[in-house]
């Protein structure tokens, strides 16, 4: 019976953006999906059953992180919302995609701080 259907609720990831969007609200969302995505990317980095649906559910988390990222003008503003991506990539064990993100950092402490939470980032 569809009335005891069950719906589950929008992920904040698949939400619209209204567009304009300014540097801060970009960060602010940015730092929202990756927490809530943040049992997801674990979730699709251990080897479960329910892996695949998680793994699917944290690539389209980081997808969407990475494209309101790309629209931030500020530098450090972006280098840190980067960051926030990289944790979600590095939980997840999508090393591949977190080592190409650190590499586009720029400031040079935040890249000094991953370099010491994740020294095989500069490998």
């Not at 969302?29 to 990756?34: G, L, S, T, V, Y």
């Not at 629209?71 to 980067?82: G, N, P, Q, T, W």
């Amino acid at each position: 019976m569809k009335w005891f259907a069950r719906r589950e609720p929008a992920d904040i990831w698949d939400q619209p953006i209204q567009l304009p969007i300014g540097d801060i609200e970009a960060a602010d969302r940015i730092r929202n999906i990756c927490e809530a995505a943040r049992a997801n990317a674990e979730a699709a980095g251990a080897a479960t059953p329910a892996g695949n649906r998680e793994r699917e559910r944290y690539e389209r988390a980081a997808r969407a992180a990475m494209e309101i990222a790309m629209k931030i003008s500020d530098d450090l503003m972006r280098d840190d919302a980067v960051r926030r991506i990289v944790d979600l990539c590095i939980k997840a064990g999508d090393m591949k995609t977190a080592q190409i993100l650190y590499r586009a950092i720029q400031a040079a402490r935040i890249r000094e701080s991953m370099q010491k939470d994740y020294p095989e980032l500069g490998q």
